[in-house]
C-alpha cells in the first residue's frame, strides 16, 4: 500500500520509512512532486495543523493523505515552542541556537517536563481522523548527540537515561511520539481493512 505522507521534513520521512517500510507501506512525500505547493499552517492546535497539511493535498490531488504535525512542550515554559516547533526563533535559525536559547531560559527552572507530541492525520475523500503520540521527558542541562534533529539533543528519556539525539534511531522510534502516533495509525489501518 502506498502512504503519501505530506511533509518536506527529510528527518520525519526517514522515521515514517524505518517504521513502515518493513510493514509493507511504501512512503511518498511532498519531496517526490515536482511542483513546490505552498501550505499556509495557520492552525492553533497540532490536529488543526496535521488536517490542514493533509487536506491541502488530498483535495489538490484526489489521493488520501497523512501529516504529520508535531513539536516540543516544555511546561516551565508554558508549553512552548508547541505548536510554532519549526518556526522558534525564525524558521531558519540553527537548531544549535535554538536548543541554546532554550537551555538558557530554563537554567535556574527545577521543573523540567516536557513532552513531544505528534498528531498524525490521514485525510481522505470519505474521512478525517487523528492519532496523538506522545513522549515524556525532561529538558537535558547540556545539548548531547548527534542523531535525530530539531530538539532532539536536549530532549532526555529518562528510561534510556539519555537524550534521543544520543541513542539509535531504533532506540527512538520504539518509545518516540511519532512512533506511537504511527502505531496507532497501523492498528486502525488493521482493524478496518
Ligand atoms: P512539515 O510541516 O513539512 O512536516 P516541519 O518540520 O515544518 O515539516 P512541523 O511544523 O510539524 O513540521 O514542526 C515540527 C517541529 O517540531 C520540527 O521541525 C522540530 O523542530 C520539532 N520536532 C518534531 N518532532 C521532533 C523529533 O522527533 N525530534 C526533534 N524535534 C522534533
Redesign the pocket.
Known sequence: MELFVV???QH?IDEFKELLEPLGYKIKS?LDLKENIEII?DGKTFEE?AII?AKTICERFNITCIA?????EIDALNKEPGVL??RYLGHDTSYEYKNNVILERMKDKKDRTCR?V?VIALVSKNEIKTFRGEVEGKVAYKIKGSN?????PIFFYEPFNDT?ANVSSSMKNSI???GNAIRKMVEYFENNK
Do not use: I, V
Open positions: 511533509t518536506s521534513n520525519k511532498l499552517e495543523n497539511k504529520d504535525d508535531s513539536g516540543l516547533s519549526a513531544f505528534c535525530g534533529f530539531g530538539y532532539d534521543l518516540s511520539h511519532r
